[in-house]
């Protein structure tokens, strides 16, 4: 059965560094892009950038470009979404999804992992 | 970035209603556009890719149209387990967005 899942919830404070993960697993994980995606009450989904496994090329929205850091490994069919200093304003439920192929949809989602960036 | 807009924001039907939902990019996508389905609590759900082709065991009930700038999904006759957010997905290039969604209620 292939699979996203997700590391668990995250509480955290302001200026801290957080790394959480997303392990595939029923599929051919470096042939398939993944992306993550945040959701929060006030802006929706909104779409952080996406990740090739095979070769580690990666894609960042504009808006996130600078603040995370999307990263593979491949030997372990797991991505990364990565913050080096947090802020409260990072706080929402975070998605990686698998894109059925490029010029498509994200067709496998995991169950999502909610960080609360709180002093 | 390209923006997608959605409208109405929320709407209200009865389980049999027709209901139409609109989604316009800020400039031409052609036909790279999703739509998700996502319930409460719940992941979002890819309904259809490339503006009309529906994923596999997706109710035919639901239909995608349109090219450019305007595009819309279609529910033939709702039913419960419709009662959901909407939300529409351009990839008409690396930089994807999302609409900000359309919630079924019910009337």
């Known amino acids: 059965e292939l699979q996203l899942v997700q590391s668990g919830a995250e509480v955290k404070k302001p200026g801290e560094s957080l790394k959480i993960s997303c392990k595939g697993s029923g599929y051919s994980f470096t042939n398939y892009w993944i992306g993550w995606v945040r959701q929060t009450p006030g802006k929706g989904l909104e779409w952080m950038g996406i990740?090739?496994?095979?070769?580690?090329?990666?894609r960042y929205s504009p808006s996130f470009e600078g603040q995370v850091t999307i990263s593979a490994d491949k030997s372990n069919s797991t991505a990364y979404l990565q913050w080096s200093s947090l802020r409260a304003s990072d706080s929402g439920l975070y998605y990686c999804?698998?894109?059925?192929?490029?010029?498509?949809?994200?067709?496998?989602w995991g169950q999502g992992a909610l960080v609360t960036v709180s002093s | 970035d390209i923006q997608m807009t959605q409208s109405p924001s929320t709407l209200s039907a009865s389980v049999g209603d027709r209901v139409t939902i609109t989604c316009r990019a800020s400039?031409?996508?052609?036909?790279?556009l999703a739509w998700y389905q996502q319930k409460p609590g719940k992941a979002p759900k890819l309904l259809i890719h490339k503006a009309s082709t529906l994923e596999s065991g997706v109710p035919s009930r639901f239909s995608g149209s349109g090219s450019g700038t305007e595009f819309t999904l279609t529910i033939s006759s709702l039913q419960p387990d419709d009662f959901a957010t909407y939300y529409c997905q351009q990839y008409n290039n690396f930089f994807r967005t999302f609409g900000q969604g359309t919630k079924v209620e019910i009337k």
């Open positions: 999804a698998r894109l059925a192929d490029f010029w498509s949809g994200f067709d496998y």
């Open positions: 990740i090739y496994p095979g070769d580690s090329d990666t």
């Open positions: 400039q031409s996508i052609n036909t790279w």
